[in-house]
Antibody
Framework: QVQLQESGPGLVKPSQTLSLTCTVS??????????WSWIRQPAGKGLEWIGR???????NYNPSLKSRVTISVDTSKNQFSLELRSVTAADTAVYYC?????????WGQGTLVTVSS | QSALTQPASVSGSPGQSITISCTGT?????????VSWYQQQPGKAPKLMIY???NRPSGVSHRFSGSKSGNTASLTISGLQAEDEADYYC??????????FGGGTKLTVL
């Protein structure tokens, strides 16, 4: 079955760019017919949808983050990525990559990213 | 965009039924047939429990059911069990081609 794994730095300095990659195994992103999404969860708080990319590269973003976010896909590596620019402490959270956006399954295990100097 | 509204907490005794509501607007829940529900155990990634308002994925107990009326979706858990204690989240598409989550509900099994 499809599995997702997030990877990237666990610590990012304020004002810098948070970059994460999601590696998909057990299935291909290309021509999958699925959206692939990033979702985050600050400690003790709820889930926040960041954005999604379709298998043709089309993207949609959360309006509150849109000016700072880019989601891209590398079909040759079967990966998709998240860039979040100009981060602050408020961006500290567990970041999940997922298949789907309205019906989300499966989820990656999540990776904690802390924004601190 | 604001989060969909869920009660912060609900509780019930083993064997009872509980319902968690997820209230949005005519721009999201009211116009979207793709409302889903997720269960999150402490320290774990969320798990899909209901999709497309009322469908259960393979392997999810029949005790979980979903429905929608107007701008409010609901998750009902019947025959509560201790293992159902978790946080529950709804999500919905919107007319703006974005996704919204509910604020989450903590279910306590007494």
């Amino acid at each position: 079955q499809v599995q997702l794994q997030e990877s990237g730095p666990g610590l990012v300095k304020p004002s810098q760019t948070l970059s994460l990659t999601c590696t998909v195994s057990g299935g291909s992103i290309s021509n999958s017919g699925y959206y692939w999404s990033w979702i985050r969860q600050p400690a003790g708080k709820g889930l926040e949808w960041i954005g999604r990319i379709f298998d043709n590269g089309n993207t949609n973003y959360n309006p509150s983050l849109k000016s700072r976010v880019t989601i891209s896909v590398d079909t040759s590596k079967n990966q998709f990525s998240l860039e979040l620019r100009s981060v602050t402490a408020a961006d500290t959270a567990v970041y999940y990559c997922t298949r789907g956006s309205q019906t989300i399954s499966p989820w990656g295990q999540g990776t904690l990213v802390t924004v601190s100097s | 965009q604001s989060a969909l509204t869920q009660p912060a907490s609900v509780s019930g005794s083993p064997g009872q039924s509980i319902t968690i509501s997820c209230t949005g607007t005519s721009s999201d829940v009211g116009s979207c047939n793709y409302v889903s529900w997720y269960q999150q155990q402490p320290g774990k990634a969320p798990k899909l429990m209901i999709y497309d308002v009322s469908n259960r994925p393979s392997g999810v107990s029949h005790r979980f059911s979903g429905s929608k009326s107007g701008n409010t979706a609901s998750l009902t858990i019947s025959g509560l069990q201790a293992e159902d204690e978790a946080d529950y989240y709804c999500n919905s598409c919107t007319v703006s081609n974005t996704i919204m989550f509910g604020g989450g509900t903590k279910l306590t099994v007494l």
